[in-house]
């Protein structure tokens, strides 16, 4: 039952860093300049990936038994609070954005390791797991040559 309740636990870490990953997009878009639509676009389809991942996560969860986190990580709202005030200082510069996602991707690649290297979580998830965190680095790379080139 432990096993269960363990794997429940790390799953919803991932629904959450998911959830953050939604909000941030979301952010990101608000952010961007019309003429950045190339940036718009592929924000909206990061953000659809995580709800995807999040959809997936919940099927999980909830054939588990387990309550599905609604929220997002204390670390996601400081992160968000953080871009806030940097979007202050630096205005919303097309680099600026790119590098708060970056920020914001690096975050998720952390999550997905922590869940990967916890010996709780069954193996029956970890391909799925490992299916998203590659996914996930993807983006991330994505998003970290598109910073570069600015």
Known sequence: M????????????????NNDRIVGYERAIEETETEDADLKSIFTQMAS??????????????????????????????????????????????????ENCEF??????KAYRMALADEDLSSTYRELVMRQQQALKLSHDKIKLLRDQQ
């Open 49 to 98: 990936e995580s709800r995807q991942y999040k959809q997936e996560l919940t099927e999980v969860i909830a054939g588990l038994g387990g309550e599905i986190e609604t929220g997002t990580t204390a670390s996601g709202k400081i992160y968000r609070a953080w871009m806030d005030v940097k979007a202050t200082f630096s205005g919303n510069s097309r680099k600026s954005v790119l």
């Open 2 to 17: 432990e096993s269960i309740e363990n794997s429940v636990e790390i799953l919803n870490d991932l629904v959450e860093i």
């Open 104 to 109: 914001g991707e690096d975050a998720a690649q």
